[in-house]
């Protein structure tokens, strides 16, 4: 691999997802001689069986299978939740169904005879896609699994604190001390790993766009 070539994230795969035998061993090779781990599958119904749903992956895809066709195997992964980067592999004939796919998401098409090279950089763009989202997803399960473990109290405390309302202002609305709302407010800033309801504030923001 040269200075220029682009590298994976770390545990990366690519799924080759092709009928031919051929095309699938040298796709592979291909890869593995960019140090990109691969996994091969004969057709879109083995891939969705066994292939995974999310993480640091992506897919590449012919568009022409035999039994289930490149695009119904597209369009079920995303029917099933998977948002997991595409590339088709396409001839020329199926450009305008690959520019279709592009409309509903796939992350781009390869046109068939396609450079090594140019296949194998996208296909890491890909792979620093599905990574970044897959930190996305990974930190929103954290922030819930957090604000999960408030308390009903404590979680009162959290909506009116990022709301900039005072100490004093948080315990006149739900009818307590001062003293029970700075205690709230401690365990709500360790619970959530935040030190001012500054970084709360801007946490939740991130979190619920």
């Given at each position: 691999m040269t200075d220029r070539e682009p590298a994976p994230p770390p545990g990366a795969i690519v799924h080759v997802v092709d009928d031919d035998p051929a095309i699938r061993d040298s796709l592979v090779f291909l890869f593995?001689?960019?140090?990109?781990?691969?996994?091969?599958?004969a057709g879109g119904e083995e891939f969705l069986a066994g292939g995974p749903a999310a993480g640091c992956a992506c897919v590449v895809l012919d568009i022409r299978l035999?039994?289930?066709?490149?695009?119904?195997?597209?369009?079920?992964?995303?029917?099933a939740g998977s948002r997991l980067p595409v590339l088709f592999l396409t001839g020329h004939a199926d450009v305008p169904i690959a520019v279709e796919a592009l409309k509903?998401?796939?992350?781009?098409?390869?046109?068939?005879?396609?450079?090594?090279?140019?296949?194998?950089d996208r296909a890491v763009e890909a792979l620093h896609s599905a990574a970044a989202a897959s930190s996305v997803v990974q930190r929103r399960e954290s922030i819930e699994q957090m604000?999960?473990?408030?308390?009903l109290r404590e979680r009162e405390v959290l909506d009116h604190l990022v709301r900039g309302e005072l100490n004093k202002q948080i315990a006149d609305t739900l009818g307590v001390s001062m003293r029970t709302?700075?205690?709230?407010?401690?365990?709500?800033f360790e619970k959530m790993g935040v030190r001012n309801a500054v970084e709360l504030a801007t946490l939740l923001a991130a979190f619920r766009n």
């Open positions: 593995a001689s960019r140090a990109i781990a691969t996994r091969a599958w035999g039994g289930i066709s490149g695009l119904e195997t597209f369009e079920r992964l995303r029917a509903k998401g796939a992350f781009d098409f390869i046109e068939k005879p396609f450079d090594d090279n140019a296949l194998v604000l999960a473990g408030l308390t709302v700075e205690v709230h407010r401690a365990r709500v």
